[in-house]
């Protein structure tokens, strides 16, 4: 009787599990689906789910029909820029933040999270117009700074804080100087914590769509408005839409796959997330 | 606060706080840089928006001083007003529904099951994945006729739905997707509380007779409160500032029907370029967050007492 309840249970479990998993396996397999068919499949009714033959069709025509490659190298220049600058800058300041104990600094960093990314937009919009910086990717790496150093300066002013200190110490004793306590001690040390914080501000700044939507002409867009355009122009084409899509996200999608471990320490440690 | 401590440790009141802070100020140079970038591109659009919300401001340059003008016109604009009611109805679905999905997700990952480890990834991938990627391909399946939600409808024995086509039923569907993207950041921060629970009280309990389920209401959920707090607190902000996936699946139609606040705000701004009119709406926008996040901290910090 107790090993049916214990079986019965088993079973149950197990349901749940498939159920809390099915909505996002059935959306990106749907996706996939979508962007393997014919258009004639793709507007058939009752839906075809399995692509029969696969076609590459799609794929062929998002690179053919639009400037895709063009605007997958703006993506690739604007979130490495976006994620080096952050790190570069965001890693010291982390350091520096822990050391001080400036509380009042991490406010700042907190606000900054909380303030919607549209509101940063008007005044830096302006601004860039009347610099005559528009046109070029520099307004775009700039904005998703906002995103980027943030999600760096938290993720590493928590890691530095639970660094012991008494390395370092030692190291000033021996007669470093602090800058290179920091750049020798310290941030080896601080390893994992880079690397949190790298794949994370990358991913928040690849996703974005707001500011390069606003900010970006017809040759400096990146990817996520470039396929928001093709939404637009072509209602119902949904291979190649599909196809775009798919392309958009399958980096950050890889990239969660393979630093699953580290996405959720960082997430579970700060609730980071940008925009 | 150096020098209190200093004082109640009754010796050199005067001279260790001041080495101290010496000693600290040496660091200043590592958040020089930084704070000049976010002085830059965080601090100064705060301060300029909200010059720019107290002027008629045009594109071009043309700039009036209107004083208060902007927010009396906030306060009495139809429009504005219904964007925040829809706003407040979004953020409710989109808080209430994650919570109660991520505790359960979050009760069942924390226990081992075979591939716990795939399931888990597999479930935190739509935060991750790119909203406007995602956003297409929910429009894709919301279509009244050869969408695959209606189908699904259809083989269980229900009517089609309009989704985000009718104006009754566009912000229930916008919440799905909501739901859908962010639960999984419910989840983890659970998980993580639930990681750090201790396991005497559960053993008391079993020792005592206690039930699974008395276990749960009685030592999980007020363990686990403070966890729930940042949890409410994140979700909350987060809903409130939706944007991406709104914008590219309705645009705030049918009509005006999904028009939240942000939408509102980026139609102000960039579709009408009432530069100034919109800057007060982020001011306001942005007091109704604070206030928000403010009481849930309140809330946090009764919890952390109780």
């Not at chain 1, 400036?102 to 606000?111: D, E, F």
């Not at chain 2, 979700?235 to 999904?258: E, H």
Request: proline share 6%; charged share 10%.
């Amino acid at each position: 009787m107790r090993k049916v309840k214990r079986i019965a249970w088993n079973i149950g479990f197990g349901f749940g599990v498939v159920m809390l998993v099915a909505p996002a396996i059935t959306v990106f397999l749907w996706m996939l689906s979508l962007s393997l068919k014919t258009e004639l499949d793709n507007t058939d009714y009752p839906p075809v789910f399995i692509p029969n033959p696969p076609v590459m069709d799609n794929f062929v025509q998002v690179f053919e029909r639009n400037n895709f490659l063009k605007y997958a190298i703006n993506s690739v220049i604007v979130s490495f820029s976006a994620t080096g600058l952050a790190i570069l800058l965001g890693v010291p300041a982390g350091y520096g933040i822990a050391k001080m104990k400036a509380t009042k600094a991490a406010v700042v960093i907190l606000i900054a999270r909380i303030t919607p990314g549209l509101s940063y937009l008007i005044p830096l919009f302006l601004l860039f117009q009347w610099i005559g910086l528009t046109g070029t990717l520099a307004p775009i790496v700039i904005t998703h700074l906002v995103i980027t150093v943030p999600i760096v300066v938290w993720i590493m002013m928590g890691f530095f804080e639970g660094l012991p200190a008494e390395l370092e110490e030692a190291a000033l004793v021996d007669g470093a100087t602090i800058w290179q306590a920091f750049r020798h001690v310290a941030m080896p040390l601080a390893k994992p914590g880079i690397t949190v914080a790298t794949i994370l501000a990358f991913i928040f700044s690849w996703n974005n769509f707001i500011f390069a939507m606003v900010l970006a002409g017809r040759e400096t867009r990146t990817l996520p408005v470039a396929v928001n355009n093709m939404l637009t122009f072509e209602q119902i084409s949904w291979g190649p839409l599909s196809a775009a899509a798919l392309l958009v996200t399958a980096p950050v999608l890889l990239l969660t796959l393979l630093a699953q471990k580290q996405i959720v320490a960082g997430l579970t440690a700060g609730g980071v997330k940008g925009g | 606060m150096a020098g209190s401590a200093a004082t109640l440790d009754g010796t050199a009141a005067g001279a260790r706080p001041r080495r101290r802070q010496n000693y600290a100020r040496r660091y200043w140079w590592f958040v020089v840089p930084c704070g000049a970038v976010v002085l830059g591109t965080i601090i100064f659009p705060w301060v300029f928006t909200v010059y720019m919300s107290m002027h008629d401001f045009k594109l071009g340059g043309a700039r009036e001083w209107v004083g208060s003008a902007n927010y009396v016109k906030l306060v009495s604009d139809e429009r504005f007003l219904l964007s925040i009611m829809r706003t407040l109805y979004f953020t409710g679905l989109s808080v209430v529904i994650p919570m109660v999905l991520g505790l359960l997700a979050a009760l069942a990952f924390a226990r081992k099951f075979p591939l716990r480890g795939l399931a888990r990834t597999i479930f935190i991938l739509p935060m991750m994945a790119t909203p406007v990627a995602v956003a297409l391909v929910w429009t894709m399946m919301f279509h009244p006729q050869l969408g695959v939600l209606n189908w699904l409808l259809q083989q269980v024995g229900l009517p089609p739905s309009m989704w985000v086509y009718s104006p009754e039923t566009v912000i229930p569907t916008l919440v799905m997707v909501e739901v859908w993207h962010w639960t999984p950041l419910v989840m983890l921060i659970l998980l993580g509380g639930l990681a750090s629970l201790p396991i005497d009280p559960y053993e008391a309990a079993k020792i005592d007779g206690a039930t699974p389920w008395q276990a749960f209401w009685h030592i999980t959920l007020p363990l686990l409160a403070p966890f729930l707090v940042v949890a409410l607190i994140i979700r909350t902000i987060d809903a409130l500032k939706a944007f991406d996936t709104i914008y590219v699946i309705t645009q705030g139609g049918p009509g005006t029907a999904s028009e939240t606040i942000n939408i509102f705000l980026y139609l102000q701004a960039f579709a009408y370029y009432n530069l100034g009119y919109a800057s007060a709406v982020v001011v306001v926008f942005f007091a109704i967050i604070i206030l928000l996040a403010m009481v849930l901290l309140w809330t946090r910090a009764r919890v952390k007492d109780a």
